[in-house]
């Protein structure tokens, strides 16, 4: 294929995307009593079932301050529940653009990563609503520099919140199918991954203390999912004998052809 195919092939698979994104939001636009009663709020309310579990209490209170916000964050929030429902056909369609591009031995490796890439990015946007959102929710409506400064959170900054706490929880969990692509292309192997535990540690602790509030039991509970991803990294990255028997194979199957 030309550079113009290419770029053809890329025009089609793009308008696609954008086909389904469009009848997603299309759908999802008329369920916006249960986006939002059921989903979007569920986590201002102390019957959240996170809340009961460790007995916290909240009673986050949204005003909306701007005339056309509210309409603005049901196009928002519509928009990102597409994109998340059609998160398996996007991957689907970047490997098919791409599939063509790739050796044999990588295009295995590519067609599991991107079959778990939608596993883990369902997971990480459920961690990220279940756990990490409720968590600073009620740290934030609690926490005060005065007593006589009162919360009122705008429906705006919420929104945002979970937006981009969602979001965030969903490509944070790709890194194990990056990973994966990456040892089966050669780039990458389990020894590297073990030997590099101390410093993975930090990380992970750094992390945690970006994405949620500064206290320890929120640390604690956003790098345990965290940690988890790392020993998935490493499980999934194959040992460097392996790696060369592959590689071995895939030529051997190549000179044969």
């Known amino acids: 294929m030309s550079f113009w195919d290419h770029l053809e092939a890329l025009r089609q698979g793009l308008f696609r995307i954008i086909i389904a994104l469009v009848a997603a939001f299309v759908v999802l636009f008329f369920f916006k009593d249960f986006l939002f009663d059921k989903l979007i709020l569920a986590p201002t309310r102390t019957d959240f079932f996170f809340y009961r ?81 409720p968590l600073m929710v009620n740290f934030f409506d609690g926490y005060k520099v005065s007593e006589a400064v009162i919360n009122t959170i705008s429906l705006n900054s919420y929104i945002s919140t979970v937006n981009s706490t969602v979001l965030l929880f969903g490509i944070v969990f790709e890194i ?51 940690g988890l991803l790392y020993g998935i990294s490493i499980l999934v990255c194959k040992p460097e004998q392996e790696e060369s028997e592959e590689e071995l194979e895939d030529k051997k199957e190549e000179a044969a052809q």
């Open 53 to 133: 579990w460790f007995g916290m209490q909240t009673g986050l209170q949204l005003v909306n301050i701007e005339l056309s916000t509210q309409f603005m964050v049901h196009m928002r929030v519509t928009f990102m529940c597409a994109i998340i429902l059609c998160c398996p056909y996007i991957l689907f369609e970047i490997w098919r653009f791409i599939a063509p591009a790739l050796y044999q031995n990588e295009k295995r490796a590519t067609r599991r990563a991107f079959l778990f890439a939608s596993f883990l990015f369902y997971f990480g946007i459920a961690v990220g609503y279940c756990i990490i959102l």
């Open 176 to 226: 194990p199918t990056l990973v994966a692509a990456l040892s089966q292309i050669g780039l990458l192997t389990r020894q590297t991954l073990v030997g590099g535990w101390k410093w993975a540690v930090l990380i992970i602790a750094v992390l945690a203390a970006v994405i949620t509030p500064a206290d320890p039991f929120s640390m604690l509970i956003a790098a345990i999912p965290l």
